[in-house]
């Protein structure tokens, strides 16, 4: 079981860089693989970074590579995206999303746990 929270969301200019931050409750946390999705309006929610339990091993969606990079501290539960180079076509709410499986992948239907999300908003 784990719940999971989502912060650091704003607004922010492109070029700008943001840091989100999923803090996650539960006793489990070290066991469960931890991903990134997002959903802009009208849009279908996708996926955009995933990282191993160990944090070892870590996929990104292909718009986002060499821009973002997924993270975790398992010492204090918590996941991390670090977001640099910002686009309007970031703009989107964010979620994190936890599963039990070993590895980092996209697939959405191997997550089970969500967080409410958080608003990234990319502007001039």
């Known amino acids: 079981q784990v719940q999971l929270v989502e912060s650091g969301g704003g607004s922010v200019q492109p070029g700008d860089s943001l840091r989100l931050s999923c803090a996650a409750s539960?006793?489990?946390?070290?066991?469960?693989?931890l991903a990134w999705f997002r959903q802009a309006p009208g849009k279908e929610r996708e996926f955009v970074a995933a990282?191993?339990?160990?944090?070892?091993?870590?996929y990104y969606v292909d718009s986002v590579k060499g821009r973002f990079t997924v993270s975790r501290d398992n010492a204090v539960s918590t996941l991390f995206l670090q977001m640099n180079s910002l686009t309007p076509e970031d703009t989107a709410v964010y979620y994190c999303a936890a599963g039990s499986y070993y590895g980092s992948s996209g697939a959405i239907g191997l997550y089970d746990y969500w967080g409410q999300g958080t608003q990234v908003t990319v502007s001039s």
């Open positions: 990282i191993s339990w160990s944090g070892s091993s870590t």
């Open positions: 539960g006793r489990t946390f070290s066991s469960y693989a």
